[in-house]
């Protein structure tokens, strides 16, 4: 592992993602130390450009945008984060019994897995966020997991399932060794740079639903995540005002988090697989 | 019944229970509201209403409708039914107008929008995926970091940006709707005109996070192919570089066909999101409007129909892709 | 000019690695082959010869480059022609090549014919379609390979048929040469045999003029080749016949390569088997001196200073400082 990481330091697109998503977090962490406001205080008038007092202007309400972006990053992360844990936890779990145990159970949790790639997440995600009246950012990041497991159980099971002949494994069975250790010990670490790589991206797919679903209307309450202030801009219209500070900046720091992971998950991809380097 | 055929059927099979399934979440899930949900439903709409009469008829509708005073299996016996007769319910936002008569008033905008969309994007992005891979060098790294970037963005904010650059700022397109409002819907040129204005920007927001996406992926495989043994061994059997690039694209594109297949759930939810910026008179706006009206027929009118949607296109692509490559058609014959 | 069909002189060839080193795969070989004759190449995995092999056939692709020498085919030097010339000249037609792996050799998604087409369309544009058919479909018989198999997709034959139309795709312009890279590497002995006897039944037909057989199971090329050449560490270190370089090795490592069989031909039975301690040194940092020498039990100080000269007896050639007679001493004395 620690030599993984060591060629990985090598990887300039994996840095690059790194330290920008680095530099992101240190920001949303550091700078409510120093303004020390609440971001949903009004206090200036309705959409007020940006100047040296206000970095990012107003929004509707006349609430400072700057310190709101800041929040909404910070909720934006947490959320695709515990998003990504959830649905790579899941996906693991149901990968790894599919493709260890094989059989029955494999053919069962085979279709179940199909069926919710095909049935379109977003659809389940916007009935059971209808269906539940308190949502939390929490909750929104767990209904996200739940509905975004299937892409991963079907890669870690086919990567298990492959392993599971192999004479390390095999030895390992010989050997009288249980199964839960079995899988710890001579299947998890082949995986495990896909299962790294698999929650790289369902962080940043967490954090573009979380967006989607706020964008909707569907997001968390009492909360403001990046999906929530494009929300805002958009029943309020501030594009038509012309408010581009309302919405460009949210909009510019979604993409730019997403960004950053896909070059993470892109600079491992092109270690790990060294097919692709070409 | 030849391999084909069986390949079909079994297809069939799979879809028609997925279908079962995302009906049955989509019975299911709005049911879980604490409490009866109908009467929650209806003191939330009828908040400011005076008139009891009213109240008591709206309420009697929507009891019918959930058949909610009876138990789970038959409520979902009833639902089905209406179901197979085209009825999926009233609409509370718009009450008394029937679910189905709003929908089928808005699925010709968003199939006139996402499916060209999502069908140019898909082509443009793999064929430049291709060209990336084949190209490598300057080109290849200029193209793979925007198409990621691009891809990083999501569908609603290159929209948003969209309409703020070239329909607020420089004024080129309308800002929202499907046509003018002045213009009553026709078959006229002007009507046509106004069609396409409105259609161009929301198109190209598709359009382009869908190029990013295809892209990305037709790259790997490319570059994947590429380094495939019968590319050497054509190379050393002296065939040219340009049929030796078809060859790759061929094999790169197929794969590329179940992405689409299962990524195109993903694409029309992202898509749905792009019409509410634009106000589009699709789907997606409906369900906006829904939500915030906490229209719960309406809502799960539109979720149900996405769902459905978007399993007959993976059920299309699947008997397309069959039908193409001549690897599944073997994998058939040793099914037998 | 000579008799020889195929003559390369001092041939270089070097990889490029992402550190910009240059490790030299192919080191200064030498060798040369008559019409109607037979050669086989030794050596353990990474010692260069799948390198030597692509090397043979003048293609150069990143991170392979071509570092001097020359390879005459035919009285032609092949490493003066332009990129194009060699492609459409020499690849597949002079030159021909079975790959390592023959299972993935063939494009999955082209029928065989159409394969076969487009090698003719490159080579012989002046073929219509139905003489290309018959063409191949006659070859195909000679090979005992059915005209069905043409309009097959390559997943839908077996690995020994693949094999076999592998050989038959390569041979079908009846080249001057034909380079055969471990074609039997990932087979079952009786399947080696099978292959080895259906390549020296192309020679006896006329349908290749020479072959190089390149593996890493020097016994197996026993009966196959008239010569044996043995490669180690990017260079030849030893050439004879077949009889003597199995029977009286000179070098110390081709004697070792002997002695490491797992299936020994039959008249070998006395040999022990025994791996060859130690491993190859890394190309990017080659010994001074002999390569072998870290390896040989019988290294003196000497071994490892300057550079080792190719030495002559009779017609072989080989590469150590010690004399023939010593080693063969040597040799006897281990009281085999």
């Known amino acids: ?235 309020f219209e501030a594009p038509v005002a012309g408010a581009w500070w309302a919405f460009i900046p949210a909009a510019i720091s979604i993409a730019m988090i997403t960004f950053s992971l896909y070059m993470m998950n892109t600079g491992m991809d092109e270690i790990f697989n060294p097919k692709i380097r070409s | ?150 891809n990083s963005i999501p569908f609603f904010t290159l929209a948003i940006i969209m309409l703020y650059v070239f329909a607020l700022s420089l004024n080129w397109f309308p800002l929202h709707g499907g046509y003018d409002y002045q213009l009553v819907p026709s078959l006229s040129w002007e009507f046509f005109a106004s069609v396409i204005r409105h259609h161009t920007l929301p198109f190209l927001s598709i359009v382009l996070v869908t190029i990013g996406g295809q892209a990305i992926g037709m790259r790997e495989m490319s570059i994947y192919e590429l380094n495939s043994d019968y590319v050497l061994y054509s190379k050393l059997l002296g065939i040219r570089d340009s049929r030796i690039a078809r060859y790759v694209f061929r094999n790169a594109m197929l794969p590329q066909i179940t992405g689409l297949a299962l990524s195109i759930g993903t694409m029309v939810g992202g898509s749905l999101i792009c019409e509410i910026v634009f106000s589009y008179p699709g789907i997606g706006t409906w369900m906006f409007t829904a939500i915030r009206q906490l229209d719960y027929p309406l809502i799960s009118g539109c979720t149900l129909l996405i769902a459905i949607a978007v399993l007959l296109a993976n059920f299309t692509i699947d008997i397309i892709y069959g039908w193409i490559d001549p690897r599944i058609k073997a994998a058939q014959m040793e099914d037998q | ?108 998604t082209l029928r065989i014919i159409r394969f076969i087409e487009d090698i003719m369309k490159e080579h012989r544009p002046e073929l219509t379609k139905k003489q290309v058919w018959d063409m191949a479909a006659e070859r195909f018989e000679t090979l005992n390979l059915s005209p069905r198999v043409l309009n097959a997709y390559p997943n839908e034959l077996s690995g020994g048929m693949k094999q076999r139309t592998v050989i038959a795709i390569s041979t079908i312009l009846n080249p001057k040469v034909l380079i055969a890279d471990e074609p039997t590497s990932a087979l079952d002995v009786t399947s080696q045999k099978a292959v080895i006897k259906l390549l020296k039944s192309l020679l006896d037909k006329g349908f290749i003029r020479s072959l190089v057989f390149i593996t890493h199971e020097l016994p197996l090329l026993y009966h196959v080749t008239d010569d044996i050449m043995v490669m180690y560490a990017g260079e030849i270190v030893e050439r004879g016949t077949a009889e003597q370089m199995i029977f009286d090795p000179i070098h110390p490592y081709t004697k070792k390569l002997m002695g490491s069989i797992i299936v020994p031909e039959e008249g070998m039975k006395g040999h022990k088997l025994a791996a060859i301690p130690g491993t190859p040194p890394n190309l990017k940092n080659v010994p001074e001196g002999c390569r072998f020498a870290d390896r040989c039990k019988y290294a003196q100080e000497a071994c490892r200073q300057g550079k080792i000269a190719n030495k002559t007896l009779g017609d072989r050639t080989y590469r150590c400082i010690v004399e023939p007679e010593t080693l063969r001493e040597w040799y006897a004395n281990e009281g085999e």
Not at chain 1, 82 to 104: D, E, K, R
Not at chain 1, 165 to 174: E, L
Request: proline fraction near 4%; include cysteine; charge should be positive.
């Open chain 1, 1 to 235: 592992m620690n030599s993984s990481f060591r060629i990985l330091i090598k990887s300039p697109k994996f840095m690059f993602g790194a330290c920008t998503l680095l530099a992101m977090i240190g920001l949303v962490l550091i700078y409510p130390l120093f303004n020390r406001s609440d971001p949903l205080e009004m206090i200036a008038l309705a959409y007020q450009p940006p100047d040296a007092k206000l970095l990012l202007g107003s929004d509707n309400f006349g609430r400072d945008l700057f310190l709101e972006l800041i929040y909404g990053i910070r909720t934006s992360l947490q959320v695709g984060l515990i998003a990504g844990v959830f649905a790579t936890a899941i996906g693991l779990v149901i990968g790894l019994t599919s493709g260890y145990i094989g059989g029955m159970i494999d053919n069962l949790l085979t279709a179940v897995t199909n069926i919710f790639i095909v049935i379109p997440s977003f659809v389940i995600l916007i009935l059971i966020s209808v269906s539940i009246d308190s949502r939390s950012s929490f909750v929104t990041a767990v209904i996200i997991g739940v509905t975004s497991w299937p892409w991963t159980a079907r890669a870690v099971r086919a990567q298990t399932s492959s392993l599971r002949n192999r004479d390390h494994v095999n030895i390992a069975k010989i050997s009288g060794y249980s199964t839960p250790r079995i899988i710890v010990s001579e299947i998890l670490p082949y995986i495990a740079s896909y299962v790294v790589m698999a929650f790289v991206l369902q962080t940043a797919s967490g954090i573009l639903s979380e967006a989607s679903i706020s964008m909707l209307g569907l997001g968390p309450y009492n909360t403001i995540s990046l999906g929530i202030i494009m929300n805002w801009a958009l029943v």
């Open chain 2, 1 to 150: 019944m030849s391999v084909y055929g069986k390949y079909i059927v079994k297809k069939f099979f799979w879809y028609f229970l997925t279908l079962v399934i995302a009906v049955g979440l989509n019975f299911l899930l709005p049911r879980m509201i604490e409490g009866n949900p109908v009467s929650m439903i209806v003191s939330e709409m009828t908040q400011g209403m005076t008139d009891s009469d009213t109240i008591k008829r709206v309420y009697e509708t929507f009891l019918i409708e959930f058949g909610i005073d009876k138990p789970l299996g038959e409520q979902f016996l009833i639902y089905v039914k209406n179901l197979l007769s085209g009825n999926l319910g009233t609409s509370f936002g718009l009450y008394p107008k029937p679910v189905t008569e709003i929908l089928a008033s808005a699925v010709p905008w968003t199939i006139g929008l996402q499916l060209p969309a999502i069908l140019v994007g898909w082509l443009l992005g793999n064929i430049l995926g291709a060209v990336a891979a084949y190209r490598k060098g300057v080109f290849d790294k200029v193209i793979f970091p925007v198409a990621l970037f691009v």
């Open chain 3, 1 to 108: 000019m000579s008799t020889h069909i195929l003559e390369v002189n001092e041939l270089k060839t070097y990889y490029r690695t992402r550190l910009k080193e240059h490790v030299y795969a192919v080191d200064g070989v030498t060798f040369a082959l008559e019409e109607g004759k037979t050669l086989g190449i030794a050596g353990e995995s990474g010692c260069g010869k799948s390198t030597l092999a692509l090397s043979l056939m003048g293609f150069y692709f990143p991170p392979l480059h071509f570092g001097g020498g020359s390879i005459i085919v035919g009285g032609r030097d092949i490493m003066k022609l332009g990129k194009e010339q060699l492609r459409s000249q020499v690849s597949g037609r002079e030159i021909s090549y079975i790959p390592q792996a023959a299972m993935n050799a063939l494009n999955p």
